[in-house]
């Protein structure tokens, strides 16, 4: 009976073990961000560009957690069946997976619905086959359970298992798009973890990088002093943080 006992405890503290262990990036940047936590990029975003950075409450993680990576993108928009076929649909989404590169993140917009799935199980076994960091859909996904096997994290607005074909078409890959309420342009880094999504413009990244690492930084200079004297009033006086 004690081995028996052994073996799903073994199990959780791995899951455990996992789920706190960060990946790496080769790039030093995607390091950087992948270190700091959402909260305090999206805090970065807000004080170096002056404007919100975070997508909408509603884009969760449906498959797998945190993520960091530059972005790709496809949009889809509302068309008449004729326009809308299985071809021509998804066109520029499978497009977008196949050219992306090792480490990528698609971002994919399906303008107007949150009842139509923008990806299901064939659009993630490919893009899991090149190497991408993970899928932000506005919209929503489907064949959760069949992704959830392939191991590729997906944020998406809603879970639906109805097909865009027939309803929405492809009219654009690599532009400039608004995904939960947020401008993404290619080349953008997605920060991705349980607290949301954040959008880090490419032309303001070591920046604000700069700004999410002081940020860490003083909340953890933070935490003993609140431990210490046991109040928060006294702690955000002095740190001027909240």
Known sequence: MKKLLLIPVAAILLVGFQQATRPTYADPLLNGFAKSTVASVADAVDQITGQRGYMSHDMRPRVGMAFVGRATTAILKPAP???????????????????????????????????????????????????????????????????????????????????????????????????????????????????????????????????????????????PFIKQFKSLTQTVQKFNRI
């Open 81 to 223: 069946p004729e326009q809308a076929t299985a071809a021509l649909s998804a066109k520029d989404s499978v497009a977008m997976i196949d050219a992306a590169k090792p480490g990528e993140v698609g971002i994919i917009v399906v303008e107007g619905s949150l009842d139509l799935a923008g990806m299901g199980g064939l659009m993630a076994t490919a893009a899991k086959s090149r190497n991408m960091a993970g899928i932000v859909l506005d919209g929503g996904v489907r064949d959760i359970a069949e992704i959830r096997s392939l191991g590729l994290p997906v944020f998406a607005r809603s879970v639906s298992p109805g097909s865009s074909v027939g309803r929405w078409a492809s009219v654009g890959k690599d532009i400039p798009v608004t995904c939960g309420g947020i401008k993404v342009t290619p080349g953008d880094i997605i920060v991705a973890g349980e607290d949301g999504v954040v959008v880090v413009p490419k032309a303001q990244e070591q920046a604000i990088l700069k700004r999410s690492q002081e940020i860490d930084d003083r909340e953890t200079k933070m935490v």
